[in-house]
């Protein structure tokens, strides 16, 4: 949902807020949480951005020369554990 539907559903004035995390690391595969907020509507939890959506999504490390899924590369490999933050709630 874009900027524009955000609009259309809460009329002008509240912008958006897009948040991507890294939720889950291993050997060839990562989890990735994206969740939009919007900004200026009032919730449950004062200073809190209304929560709009969130979604995972699971990705494989795909070596092209091979044409399948396989391992990060010596270069990468244990860097996205190190980035791995809390998921949402």
Request: proline share 10%; aromatic share 4%; glycine share 12%.
């Amino acid at each position: 949902m874009g900027r524009k539907a955000v609009r259309d559903v809460f009329g002008p004035g509240p912008g958006a807020r897009l948040r991507t995390r890294l939720s889950g690391a291993a050997a060839k595969k990562t989890h990735f949480c994206h969740e939009m907020h919007v900004l200026g509507v009032r919730t449950r939890r004062p200073g809190r951005a209304a929560p709009l959506w969130a979604r995972e999504l699971p990705t494989l490390h795909v070596d092209r020369l091979l044409g399948r899924t396989a391992l990060f590369p010596d270069r990468v490999r244990g860097r996205p554990e190190g980035l791995v933050g809390p998921a949402p709630r």
